[in-house]
Structures are given as C-alpha cells and as structure tokens.
C-alpha cells in the first residue's frame, strides 16, 4: 500500500508561485508514474502534469511553460511548481501514482490541496 500526502497548497494573488509537494510513503519513482491533478468546483478532475517512471514529463496545455513536474528520488517527494498563476488555477490539486506490478495495475491518490488564485 502506498500513502500520498500533499502539502504546499494556499491562498496566492493572480501572477503569483506555489510549490505542491507530494510525498510517497515508499519509494515508488522506478516503478510509478506520478502525476498531479486538479479539480474545480462543477468540473471534471484533470490532468494537469506527469512524470513517468523513465522520467520524461508532459503537461496539460493550459499550464505549459508555467508549471513544472519534478521529483528527489532521496525523499521520495514529486513538486509541481507553479508560477504565473491565474484564477483558473484555482482547484483542489491531488497527486496521483499508478503503475504495474507483476501483473497488476496499482493506482493510488492523494487526499487533495487546495490551490485559489484570488485578488
């Protein structure tokens, strides 16, 4: 079983950074792809950044060239930093993990940090 725990979210002004932390109870980044996702109030929960096990990143097209995906294997901790935030960032952001384990899909969440980008 793998625990993810967020930190890192808050209140900031538009144009502003956060940091998103999200630490894994095991070591799981040779293995795991780690992902963050966000969800608005009436929306769907979307992707917006991942980093595979290989480490190759992708991003949401909405958050390209502002945020970045990041991970210390030391501290088995994967970042999402945020800059030149907007109010549509504003949303619940949950770390995800999932990968393939002899044979089975393991697909693990976080409990959720809340992000508002308001003046």
């Known amino acids: 079983q793998v625990q993810l725990v967020e930190s890192g979210g808050g209140l900031v002004q538009p144009g502003g950074s956060l940091r998103l932390s999200c630490g894994a109870s095991?070591?799981?980044?040779?293995?795991?792809?780690m992902g963050w996702y966000r969800q608005a109030p009436g929306k769907q929960r979307e992707l917006v950044a991942a980093?595979?096990?290989?480490?190759?990143?992708n991003y949401a097209d909405s958050v390209k060239g502002r945020f970045t995906i990041s991970r210390d294997h030391a501290k088995n901790t994967v970042y999402l930093q945020m800059n030149s935030l907007e109010p549509e960032d504003t949303a619940v952001y949950y770390c995800n993990a999932h990968g393939v384990v002899a044979g089975t899909l393991y697909n693990y969440w976080g409990q959720g940090t809340q992000v508002t980008v308001s003046s």
């Open positions: 095991v070591s799981i980044f040779s293995i795991y792809n």
């Open positions: 980093i595979a096990s290989g480490g190759s990143t």
